[in-house]
C-alpha cells in the first residue's frame, strides 16, 4: 500500500513518536510509507523521525490556527500527494481538515481518511465535526479505550468505525540487559538500587508527588536513591520539593537523557505516576519493552494494559502513600522485581510491540480499500 501519515507537531511527543513508529514499522513490512511534517520542526520533530528509522518525509506548512495562504498551498500540495496515496492517516486537526478538503479536489477516487486521537478530550459534535467524522472520515484509531468511549458518547461515529490500539514501542531498542556502570554512576545509582521516573519536568507527571513518597519512606528510616529524568518548566519546583523534604543527597535531577535505553537498563525500579490520564505514554510502553519492574498510576491506558501485580504494581494516582507502600514492596522482593520486569517484557512483545501496531494498522486499511 502507498500511505501518506500527516503530523503538525512542533516538537517530540507521544503522538510524533506513534505516528513516527507506525510510518517504521509500516515500511518494514513492505509498504511505501511517506511521514509529512511540519516545515520548520528538523532539529525538533524531523531528525528525530529519521532517528526512529522513518526513510520517507516530505514537509508541508501545516500552519496554526487559519492562515488562507498558507492553508491554500497545503491543499494544492496534498491533492497531487492524495492522488498517489491509498491511505491518509492523520494526527491532529489542523491536518485532519486539510486532508479532508483535499480529497475533494483530486479531481478522481479519494483515498479513506484515518485519524488517530491522542489526548483524552472529549471531541464536541457540532455541525463541522458532524461532517468531519461523518462524511470525510473513514475510520479512528484511538490510542486508549476510555477515548474510544468518549467517542462512542458524542455519536459522531458508529462503534466499527473507532478502534483502540493502545502501545507501539520499539522492543528492539528498548530491550532487558545489563546496567552500564557508568550510566547508574551518573544517574545517582552506583552501589544501591536506583528508582527512576522518566518524564518531562511538568505538574501532571507526579513528581511532587514521588517527594511525597519518599518523604513517608525517610521518616521510616528508607530513602532510596532516586532519579527523575527529563527537563522542563516545572524543574524549579521539583528541586525546591527535593530541598524541602531534605533529599537533595537521594534524588537526581539528571536533564535530558539521549541515551534513554541505556538509561531505562540501569533502573531497578521504574515510575509512570501522572496525576491524570496523557493518552498514550510513549515511556511506559518502553519500560515494559525495556522489561522494567514497575510502579504506575491507575489513571489513562494503565488499567487497561495492565494487571496490578501481574505486570507492575497499580497505585491511586497522587497517592502518596500507596506509592510508598509500593515502592518499599518492589525494593524489598528482588524475586517479585524479576518477575514483574519479565512479565513486562513478555506484554510489550505480544501486545505492544511497533510490530504489533503496524499489523493491526494493516489490517484495518485493508478493510477500508476493500469497502
Not at 10 to 30: H, I, P, T
Not at 38 to 50: Q, S
Not at 253 to 282: I, N, T, W
Request: net charge positive; proline share 5%.
Amino acid at each position: 500500500m502507498r500511505i501518506l501519515h500527516l503530523m503538525s507537531c512542533r516538537g517530540w511527543s507521544s503522538d510524533a513518536y506513534w505516528a513516527a513508529r507506525a510510518c517504521r514499522e509500516l515500511e518494514r513490512r513492505g509498504h511505501a510509507v511517506t511521514l509529512g511534517c511540519k516545515r520548520g520542526t528538523d532539529d525538533r520533530v524531523i531528525d528525530r523521525a529519521r532517528e526512529e528509522g522513518v526513510t520517507r518525509i516530505e514537509t508541508f506548512e501545516l500552519a496554526g490556527g487559519l492562515r488562507p495562504a498558507l492553508d491554500g498551498a497545503d491543499l494544492r500540495r496534498l491533492a497531487r500527494a492524495l492522488r498517489d496515496a491509498d491511505v491518509v492517516h492523520v494526527h491532529r486537526g489542523k491536518e485532519h481538515w486539510l486532508a479532508a478538503a483535499a480529497g475533494y479536489l483530486t479531481g478522481g477516487r479519494r483515498p479513506p481518511v484515518v485519524r488517530t486521537r491522542h489526548i483524552a478530550q472529549a471531541v464536541r459534535p457540532h455541525a463541522a465535526n458532524r461532517w468531519l467524522y461523518r462524511r470525510a472520515t473513514a475510520l479512528v484509531v484511538t490510542v486508549t479505550e476510555a477515548i474510544r468511549r468518549q467517542y462512542l458518547a458524542s455519536g459522531l461515529l458508529p462503534p466499527e468505525r473507532v478502534v483502540a490500539l493502545q502501545g507501539g514501542a520499539d522492543v528492539e531498542t528498548y530491550r532487558p540487559g545489563p546496567a552500564d556502570p557508568s550510566v547508574r554512576r551518573r544517574l545517582g545509582g552506583d552501589g544501591e538500587p536506583l528508582v527512576g521516573l522518566v518524564s518531562g519536568l511538568r505538574v501532571m507527571k507526579g513528581h511532587q508527588v514521588v517527594v511525597d513518597a519518599l518523604a513517608r519512606l525517610a521518616s521510616r528510616g528508607r530513602t532510596p536513591r532516586v532519579v527523575f529524568v527529563g527537563r522542563g518548566t516545572h524543574e524549579p519546583a521539583v528541586l525546591a520539593a527535593i530541598h524541602r523534604a531534605g533529599l537533595e543527597r537521594r534524588v537526581t535531577v539528571a536533564g535530558f537523557a539521549p541515551d534513554l535505553p541505556a538509561v531505562m537498563a540501569a533502573l531497578d525500579v521504574a515510575l509512570y505516576v501522572p496525576l491524570e490520564s496523557d493518552g498514550m505514554s510513549r515511556v511506559l510502553f518502553e519500560y515494559l519493552a525495556a522489561g522494567r519492574p514497575l510502579v504506575a498510576a491507575r489513571t489513562g491506558v494503565v488499567p487497561e494494559v495492565l494487571g496490578d501485580g501481574v505486570h507492575a504494581l497499580l497505585v491511586p494516582a497522587g497517592d502518596a502513600g500507596a506509592l510508598a507502600e509500593a515502592l518499599e514492596r518492589l525494593l524489598d522482593n528482588a524475586a517479585l522485581r524479576a518477575r514483574l520486569g519479565a512479565a513486562a517484557r513478555a506484554l510489550a512483545l505480544e501486545r505492544y510491540s511497533g510490530a504489533r501496531l503496524a499489523e493491526a494498522l494493516e489490517t484495518l486499511y485493508a478493510r477500508l480499500l476493500v469497502a
